[in-house]
């Protein structure tokens, strides 16, 4: 276990899909810089995350048109249209999108063949399964089929992953929830509602990575006073450091005083011993009379 001091929170919050963001784009952008990605800065504060040959973007839009607060394409012509978009938005919590990025970066240095590896297109899902496997491992439930659209739900019923199947319209996963992975959680109403998509051709592999960080049972480190009303309420809160116990007031040191238990009176104790004892005196003999 980390120090308390190296832990960016208060509480610990179970389970992770209510911890809410941590309003700091940071760690989820330190994979890709590590491997040399150019970071720039726009007027607004966006920021924007560019691959050394130009067919990974990242964008971080706190200014942006939409909620859409993460969103990442890879490009095999980096002047064609994406081949896969994912996006997250402003209220995911950040791990997860650390997760995909942290994926993302590997699949980055292990070359094309990896970060744009499509899904098996004979058996799309087959390959689907594959990245349901997390949830299912850590107690998600499928749901009542519907047609074309295979659903997932978490034991608390607070968060969802849903696969759809068929054709789909590639303009629209990339600007809409209409995408073929859609993942979201968190109270039905208010602000504190996230979501996660990725099209089509997003790698298994690093859709994978997203529902493990988002099923993953181990908790997540927040700052009580600033997550979300919706989520405090619903999200079970452990501090991460222990309370300290009471101090005694002096009523209660009077008390354990006039409680003490009676000291114990002296007894003689018989013991057993191994000494030979001394021979008994023998009794003086009287005469026989005749």
């Known amino acids: 276990m980390p120090d308390t001091e190296e832990i960016d929170g208060d509480v610990y919050v179970s389970p992770r899909h209510l911890a809410g963001s941590t309003f700091t784009g940071d760690p989820a952008l330190k994979p890709l810089l590590a491997l040399g990605f150019d970071l720039r800065h726009d007027d607004l504060g966006n920021v924007y995350v ?25 490009y095999r012509d980096r002047f064609g249209p994406p081949a896969w978009g994912v996006s997250f938005n402003d209220s995911a919590p950040t791990e997860f999108v650390t997760a995909f990025t942290t994926a993302l970066a590997q699949a980055y240095a292990a070359g094309s063949d990896t970060y744009l590896a499509q899904p ?69 109403n208010g602000y504190a509602r996230w979501y996660a998509t990725a099209t089509t051709n997003t790698p298994t592999a690093l859709v994978k990575a997203i529902t493990q960080s988002v099923s993953d049972p181990a908790p997540l480190p927040r700052w009580r006073d600033s997550m979300l009303p919706g989520l405090r309420e619903a999200a079970q809160l452990t501090p991460v450091t222990p309370p300290a116990p009471p101090v005694p007031t002096p009523l209660d040191v009077q008390r354990s005083l006039t ?32």
């Not at 130009?54 to 859409?68: I, K, N, Q």
Request: hydrophobic share 35%; net charge positive.
């Open 259 to 290: 409680r003490r238990p009676p000291a114990l009176g002296t007894r003689s104790v018989p013991r057993w011993s191994t000494a030979t004892p001394p021979p008994a005196l023998a009794a003086p003999r009287t005469a026989a009379r005749r």
């Open 50 to 74: 560019t691959a050394p040959d130009h067919h990974v973007r990242l964008g971080y839009l706190p200014e942006g048109d939409d909620d859409g607060l993460w969103r990442i394409n890879a």
């Open 120 to 188: 098996d297109l004979k058996d799309p899902e087959l390959g689907a399964f594959d990245a349901v496997v997390p949830l299912i491992k850590n107690g998600w439930q499928f749901q009542h089929p519907r047609w074309g659209v295979m659903e997932l739900q978490s034991p608390d019923g607070m968060a969802t992953c849903e696969y759809t199947t068929g054709r789909l319209d590639p303009k629209k996963e990339l600007t809409t929830l209409e995408a073929r992975w859609h993942l979201w959680g968190g109270p039905k």
